[in-house]
């Protein structure tokens, strides 16, 4: 079992949709999340980060950790063709140094939006 | 200011030869970590030095090693180079001791024949 899952898509939505993106992982000593959005041929974007369970909402976007559940979810609202991209979760065990892994990562999910 | 640099961008090499890749952080960061990119195993933790010194480093044989300089500036050198080595090589800088948030550069795309 890979210690964290997100289904790879594509995904695809109209614009002006609300989108649900989301991880599960197995390691219960992750306490730090993080969604990154990656375009084509380019580095991985930080979009929202939070620590332990709760929401966070910057702007369109809404992250929610569950950790009894160990599922994370990523909301986009009013969505537009520009967020068409892969999103990648991430989790830490620490925030000092990363952790003795770094970040793990989720494979990602390919998002498209329909104009 | 400037965010993270990688050179070169796209790399050709065969079997058996070795590589160094450059990552310039941001300026004032002083974490710089590496990651590897690949459509079958996606983003993969190599290692992170901070202050010139590794401090956490992945599952990654020894083929890969890096080092950081006084400047911060990273190189990651992948010897004895294997086909399953074609990947995208993103370095990560974050801003204190402490990883907060990391910001990535636009990789370098390793292609190995």
């Known amino acids: 079992q890979k210690e964290v899952e997100q289904d790879p898509g594509p995904l695809s939505v109209p614009e002006g949709a609300i989108v649900s993106l989301n991880c599960t992982y197995s390691?219960?000593?992750?306490?730090?999340f993080m969604w990154y959005r990656q375009y084509s041929r380019k580095g991985p974007e930080l979009l929202m980060y939070?620590?332990?369970?709760g929401n966070k909402e910057d702007g369109r976007f809404t992250a929610q950790v569950d950790k009894s559940s160990k599922y994370i979810s990523l909301f986009i609202r009013d969505s537009q063709p520009s967020d068409s991209a892969t999103y990648l979760c991430?989790?830490?065990?620490?925030?000092?140094?990363?952790?003795?892994?770094?970040?793990?990562f989720g494979k990602g999910t390919h998002l498209i939006i329909q104009p | 200011k400037a965010g993270v640099t990688q050179t070169p961008r796209y790399l050709i090499k065969t079997r058996g030869q070795q590589v160094t890749l450059s990552c310039s952080p941001i300026s004032g960061h002083r974490s710089v970590s590496w990651y590897q990119q690949t459509p079958g195993q996606g983003l993969q933790f190599l290692f992170e030095y901070f202050s010139e010194t590794q401090r956490n480093k992945g599952n990654f044989p020894g083929r890969f090693s890096g080092r950081q300089f006084s400047n911060s500036r990273s190189e990651m050198n992948v010897s004895t180079l294997e086909l399953g080595d074609s990947a995208l090589y993103l370095c990560?800088?974050?801003?204190?001791?402490?990883?907060?948030?990391?910001?990535f550069g636009p990789g370098t795309r390793l292609l190995v024949l």
């Open positions: 939070t620590y332990s369970s």
């Open positions: 990560a800088s974050s801003p204190g001791a402490i990883q907060e948030t990391q910001y």
């Open positions: 991430a989790m830490s065990a620490s925030w000092s140094g990363g952790g003795a892994d770094g970040l793990t």
């Open positions: 390691n219960s000593a992750f306490q730090y």
